[in-house]
Every structure is written in C-alpha cells, then in structure tokens.
C-alpha cells in the first residue's frame, strides 16, 4: 500500500478515526484529524502553538473555542448535504467539542504565531465557485481561502465532484517555494463518496518521477501530497466529496501547472 494513502480505522474511546500529524506524515504543517464522536461524547484538546480549524462533517456539536462559546451547530445529514459549520481556535488556546447527536468533526491544524480571536465560520460565510467544464466540472466551498484574515496559515476548502468527472485537474503542483510564481505548501485530502461503496482515483507524482503513485481511494481515507501533481478522478455514478488541509510556510496558493496539459487551456482556470 501506498505510504501516501491512510485508510480510517475503528474509533478509539475518544472517537479518533484519522490522526495524520507532520512527524507521520514526514512534512512540518498540516496535521489533520476525524473524530466519530457518540451522542453526548465530549473531546477537549489545547492548541499550544498550531491554530485550527473544526469542521463539522455531519451532524451537530456544541462548541467552545477559548471562551467563545460558539453553541450548538451543523446540521449535514451527509458531507453532501449543504455547507459546513467550522469554528476557528487560535494558538494558545483550547477547545471543547460535545456531540448533540452523534456526529464526525474534522480537526484541521498548523503552526502558527498570531493569536487572533476564535470565530465561528457559518454557512453563509463561504464563498462558492463552480470551476471547470464539461467532464473537468467541480463545486468549490472555501472556509478558510488564502484571502482570509481569520487564519495566518490554515487554508481549508470543500469539493465536491460529480461521478465521470476529473477534480484538481489539469494537474498542478505548489512545491516550491518561489512566491509570487509558486508556493510551498503540504496538503490533505480527505475524500468521501456517494454512495459509500463506491472508490475513487489519485495520482500524486513528479515531474521527474521520483514520485509516481496511484491510488484507489474509498470513502473516508486520506491522501497526502508532500509534493508533485495531484489529480483526482471520480468514476461515473459515484459523487466525491474532499476536504483539503494546507499550510506552508506562506499563506499563499500559487501553483504551476503541468506543462503536459497545457493544451488543454488552463492558463486562467484554477485548479483545486
């Protein structure tokens, strides 16, 4: 199995499905986590030095963010049903989350050094955009873009690819630091698919082929991309959904493209 695939295991009693930190992922930002957690089940973390981003999957949580008591929120039935409730945590600070119902929160993290104030980040707060045509179509939902003010290196964003369509695609790369043409920055994606039965597809690789794998992704695993391009497919039948995590040591997403591609007219289209 590929080293850049993780698959969910069992809950554990703290409901921890994912744990992807920068020590396992063998990279120094983004760490990212899902929990499962039962009707009245409790889960409280301090932040020390890494910001975060709770996204709310399904279901509903009360929510306390240093103290901001953020009171109860979500309301997806399924990751496809509508925009998340996210709350933002500052470093230096702590959380606590308490399931009204059972629900699944994701905790997106990175280092940081700004202590700015907690927030929740409601629906009606997300900015979204249809990217893409034909077969390259995708449905963007930005929580945490580049542009905003509220995180100083999180960037969190929600995809959604219909069955027969390509995502992340032409292909493209942020790998190198060299702003404003390019920028570093680590990235998570958590995928799921509907229905659950289904798989999906990604390739993460170089140019120079130092990087070459591809991946049959089921619902709920993770893929990393330390590096290199990173598309994603979506057989027909089948919806896939990503949450992406990214940090680096800008705040920044400029990405190159794959000169193979170019063909294909990306030259004013983003990628994600």
Known sequence: MSHLLVHPSH????GQVLAITPQSAGWSYVGFEVYHLNDGQRLSRETGDKEVCLVILTGRAAIRAGALECGILGERANVFDGLPWSVYVPTHSDYTIKADGAC?????SSPAKANLPPRVIPPS?????TRGTGTNTRYVRNILPDTSPHAESLLVVEVITPGGNWSSYPPHKHDTDNYPHETYLEETYY??????QGFGFQRVYTEDGSLDESM??????VVLVPKGFHPVAAPHGFDLYYLN???GPKKAWKFTMSKDHAHI???STPAR
């Open 265 to 267: 007219g990306w030259t």
């Open 216 to 221: 049959a992704i089921r619902d709920g695993d």
């Open 104 to 108: 699944a929160i994701a905790v997106c």
């Open 191 to 196: 995928h799921r698919l509907n229905p659950p």
């Open 245 to 247: 995590v990214m940090a």
């Open 11 to 14: 809950p554990n009693a703290e």
């Open 125 to 129: 707060e997300i900015t979204q955009e």
